[in-house]
């Protein structure tokens, strides 16, 4: 997971060593989310690279409408192998979310807050009932903070999908690294149907929290341009 914005950044400065290095990590993991995640990071650095063809839009209308839907299916016919093969570990974690579902709102009605945490870590409150494990992160801010913070989790998780398909869509005038950013960043949040997203790493702080405020027309760089008279008369003082 965490190698996967170096992959994205290998893709955008076409470092071929890189590629080769990343995606023999991937393969060695033999992670069924790894190998999802490459397959999203790969399809939004192509859609990226046909904005610089001839006659982008046509080719893009018809990725969407072709391309995308065929990609899909075969995808699945070629983890399918690799989800059985995993059975027990993807048995737990659609156990995790199929009971979260299924008892939402009995959830919800019981404990609105959450549930009452003690110790150091989640483990603490499996004796209490209803508990369903930490592989769901959405579920897991719920356990934390009850629905108020599942529903920012939600709020989040979506804001910040809907922002990178926004610039991936229209990548003009990016850097290398926040379009590395932007094309691992929907990969990185399917994660949290499995263990955690960037929201439980560093690389938010890092990574992504600089070019996601740039692209929502905030952050240094945009600041600099639209006080630059300002700037430079308090520098001149």
């Known amino acids: 997971m965490l190698a996967l914005p170096a992959l994205a950044y290998s893709l955008i400065r076409r470092r071929l060593i890189g590629i080769a290095v990343f995606i023999a990590?991937?393969?060695?993991?033999?992670?069924?989310?790894?190998?999802?995640?490459?397959?999203?990071?790969?399809?939004?650095?192509?859609?990226?690279?046909?904005?610089?063809?001839?006659?982008?839009?046509?080719?893009?209308?018809?990725?969407?409408?072709?391309?995308?839907?065929?990609?899909?299916?075969?995808?699945?016919?070629?983890?399918?192998?690799?989800?059985?093969?995993?059975?027990?570990?993807?048995?737990?974690?659609?156990?995790?979310?199929?009971?979260?579902?299924?008892?939402?709102?009995?959830?919800?009605?019981?404990?609105?807050?959450?549930?009452?945490?003690?110790?150091?870590?989640?483990?603490?409150?499996?004796?209490?009932?209803?508990?369903?494990?930490?592989?769901?992160?959405?579920?897991?801010?719920?356990?934390?903070?009850?629905?108020?913070?599942?529903?920012?989790?939600?709020?989040?998780?979506?804001?910040?999908?809907?922002?990178?398909f926004r610039v991936i869509l229209m990548p003009k005038g990016q850097s290398p690294a926040a379009l590395a950013a932007f094309i691992s960043l929907p990969a990185m949040l399917l994660f949290s149907f499995q263990r955690g997203s960037i929201f439980e790493t560093v690389l938010l702080a890092f990574l992504y929290a600089i070019p996601m405020i740039e692209a929502l027309g905030g952050g240094p760089a945009r600041y600099i341009q639209r006080n630059s008279a300002k700037l430079a008369t308090r520098d001149a003082a």
């Open 25 to 164: 990590i991937f393969a060695l993991t033999d992670s069924l989310g790894g190998y999802m995640a490459l397959a999203v990071t790969f399809a939004a650095y192509l859609y990226i690279c046909l904005d610089r063809l001839r006659y982008a839009g046509v080719i893009r209308f018809f990725a969407w409408t072709l391309a995308l839907p065929i990609g899909a299916i075969l995808l699945f016919f070629a983890l399918a192998p690799v989800y059985e093969h995993k059975a027990g570990s993807a048995l737990v974690r659609e156990q995790n979310i199929i009971g979260f579902f299924s008892n939402f709102f009995g959830l919800i009605l019981q404990r609105p807050f959450g549930f009452s945490l003690s110790g150091s870590s989640l483990t603490s409150v499996g004796d209490q009932g209803g508990y369903l494990g930490s592989n769901f992160m959405f579920y897991v801010a719920y356990v934390e903070g009850g629905v108020l913070a599942m529903i920012g989790y939600l709020v989040l998780s979506g804001s910040a999908a809907i922002l990178a």
